[in-house]
């Protein structure tokens, strides 16, 4: 038997049956239908105990409806459908008015902090009173199920009127999980609960001779039923209850027997190791009752139930997460999401303990396939998705990659992906620095970038690395320079031997304050700590070639070159356009670097705020003002891929053939 399946908006059905009274199947089905619905579930409780209603009896007090007048119940729906067929309620009340008419709304245990999204419902039996014993009669659900239909038709009039009830319910959309309370025995209702409602069965039975035995029997008989039909059967749950604290040698005997008998009538070995122990409050209260303790055996035990619930009807991480992936992979953005939703609540319940962690995406789906990563992003529920998971894996770096891809499918909702980001509490600072890095570097928004930097810096504020960032970002975007300069020094003084803050802090007080010697004092340790980083090498060459210092600096920049290979590619263009001008100035042979430099402009490559104005400078007195014009023109379209256009205006630009840098040498020499 198929369990009905989330993403179209059906619930499953799970019978809670007993072979006789008195072992708490009552309070089994109120306490786990009370600990899923905390979780945010929407919950209804059927009381199909026609003959001996028990939850139908609980207390007034313990509803949250405002109208408490006497509520009719499920002989009075199937009565009524029975009798007025298809104009009956059953087929044409909406859901709302359904639940209005035939359910009361439960109150949810103070121990249990709800979410706003749960509720518990309850439908009755009936409207208990003098006039329920002569409604059951005339409804003779035992006469209806032996009325059969003409051939070839197998259904009785009441089979097809029980699945014609839980058809509309469990399609309604108005619930996300049905629980029975069964009616006890081998009474035609117990076999209703039992076959023909039920998509799963918990079944409780203590562990006395007449419990065991007759439990065998059902088991057996249902077995039978269902294998006559040639229908699969999910192996039901067994519940042992009550078990007393006491008298270990007697309860170990008496389940080495239930665990034989119950084998015996399954066909396979059961899993007996769900227990509720005794408790005097069971027998006391009627109403639902979860001990707040997380250590308290009671509340242990109804967690277990639950749980085992959940792994017998297939709503575990295992089975969801190929489905989820599945939807995705076929584009059903929207079956996708009402899965993740569900799923989403089932990762942690509200007031219990040791709940399951939502990381799953992370490894398994997001960390692991890219592909299925670029095919949510493109989904019209992409931002739902997206957000979703981002509100529920806080702090783990993947939502960083998560992220940005989300930027680069689709910009526009990504601005309101940011915003959900920027209300998450505890995001980890890594994580908010680096994407503001990607906001800034790729997205080109500014606002939205600050803010990270601004939240990285507060949960991080002795980063030497979050601080040199954020002082970049307010030298080359915002232009603050007393406030860039503020956290240049910030950022040296939490970590003295940061090579990229001094190297970067050492660029700024020569393009900004045109403080070279200070500038100078930064450089040297940079490079001394980083000797081989091309960037810092190639700044430092830049830096000695606008002092004058030609043959210096060249020296540098062929050594940036040599050591290119860790760098990104606008560095190579970078160090290209620089080893072209220096070696102007020095009188040398430059063609080749002029020719790998517009091979880094055909190309294409992210560009950045870099300044060449004292290199420049320092060209403007020593170039024929033809070729200094063409360095400023080169200098523009390095910096603004707009400008490019200016550049054929030159012949000697028109005329150059691009060379590929793999083959130029340090020194500018051709090798092939």
């Known amino acids: 038997m198929t369990i009905p399946n989330i993403s179209d908006g059906s619930a499953p059905v799970i019978t809670f049956y007993s072979y006789k009274g008195g072992v708490g199947r009552s309070m089994a089905v109120l306490n786990t239908g009370a600990l ?71 109150k949810l245990p103070t121990s249990l902090r709800k979410s706003k999204e749960a509720s518990l419902s309850i439908m009755p039996s009936g409207c208990l009173g003098n006039g329920y014993t002569t409604l059951l009669e005339k409804l003779d659900l035992k006469g209806l199920y032996e009325d059969f239909g003409n051939p070839p038709v197998p259904r009785s009039v009441g089979q097809s009127l029980i699945l014609a009830f839980k058809a509309v319910l469990t399609r309604s959309g108005a619930y996300d999980y049905i629980l029975i309370d069964s009616r006890t025995g081998h009474s035609e209702v117990a076999g209703v609960c039992t076959r023909d409602l039920a998509d799963h069965r918990m079944v409780l039975s203590g562990l006395n001779t007449q419990n065991v035995t007759g439990t065998a029997e059902f088991l057996t008989n249902l077995r039978n039923t269902f294998e006559q039909a040639k229908i699969s059967l999910r192996t039901p749950d067994i519940i042992l209850s009550p078990i007393p604290s006491s008298e270990e040698d007697l309860i170990s005997r008496r389940l080495k027997t239930a665990a034989d008998e119950f084998k015996t009538a399954l066909g396979t070995k059961p899993v007996l190791n769900l227990f509720i122990p005794y408790h005097p409050r069971l027998a006391l209260t009627e109403q639902a009752y979860v001990p707040p303790l997380p250590t308290s055996p009671l509340r242990q035990a109804y967690l277990a139930i639950e749980t085992r619930l959940f792994k017998s009807i297939g709503h575990t991480d295992e089975a969801f997460q190929p489905r989820f992936t599945e939807f995705i992979e076929n584009g059903k953005g929207d079956a996708a999401l009402k899965l993740l939703q569900h799923w989403v609540k089932l990762q942690g319940t509200p007031g219990v303990p040791d709940s399951q962690k939502f990381s799953f995406f992370y490894y398994d789906v997001f960390g692991q396939k890219k592909d299925i990563c670029k095919k949510v992003y493109h989904l019209p529920e992409a931002l739902e998705i997206l957000t979703l998971i981002a509100q529920k894996s806080r702090g783990l770096y993947k939502l960083a990659e998560i992220a940005q891809d989300f930027h680069t499918a689709d910009p526009i909702k990504a601005v309101a992906f940011d915003k959900v980001l920027l209300k998450l509490p505890s995001l980890d600072s890594d994580f908010l620095g680096n994407y503001a890095n990607f906001l800034t570097d790729i997205c080109k928004d500014h606002d939205a970038a600050e803010a990270f930097y601004k939240l990285a810096l507060e949960a991080d504020p002795k980063s030497a690395n979050k601080l040199g960032n954020y002082a970049n970002f307010l030298a080359d975007i915002r232009k603050d320079d007393d406030l860039a300069e503020t956290f240049y020094r910030r950022a040296i003084e939490v970590d003295p031997a940061h090579a990229n803050n001094l190297g970067n802090y050492a660029t ?98 992210n560009r950045s705020p870099w300044n060449f104005d004292a290199m420049l400078r320092a060209a403007e007195d020593k170039l024929e003002p033809e070729d200094f014009k063409h360095a400023q023109t080169l200098a523009a379209a390095f910096l603004d891929e707009a400008k490019l256009p200016a550049l054929e205006k030159f012949p000697r630009w028109k005329q150059l053939q691009p060379l590929d840098p793999r083959f130029v040498n340090p020194d500018g020499s051709i090798s092939r």
């Open 36 to 106: 899923i619905a905390s979780r945010g579930f929407r919950v209804l409780i059927i009381d199909f105990d026609l003959e001996a209603p028990g939850l139908s009896h609980l207390s007034v007090k313990n509803f949250a409806a405002d109208d408490l007048s006497p509520r009719v119940g499920v002989a009075e729906l199937l009565h009524d459908a029975v009798c007025r067929q298809g104009e009956a309620d059953l087929f044409t009340l909406s859901p709302a008015d359904l639940a209005t008419r035939y359910t009361f709304p439960y």
């Open 508 to 605: 700024f007080l020569t393009n900004i304050r045109r403080d070279h010697d200070a500038a100078e004092t930064f450089y040297k340790p940079a490079l001394e700590i980083d000797p081989k980083s091309a960037v810092k090498l190639g700044n430092y060459g830049q830096f000695l070639i606008g002092r004058g210092k030609v043959a210096e600096g060249l020296g540098y920049l062929r050594s940036a070159w040599v050591h290119r290979d860790g760098a990104d590619k606008m560095d190579h263009a970078e160090l290209a356009y620089s080893l072209w001008l220096g070696t102007c100035l020095a009188g040398e042979e430059e063609s080749a670097w002029e020719r790998v430099f517009k091979h880094f402009i055909e190309a294409g490559f």
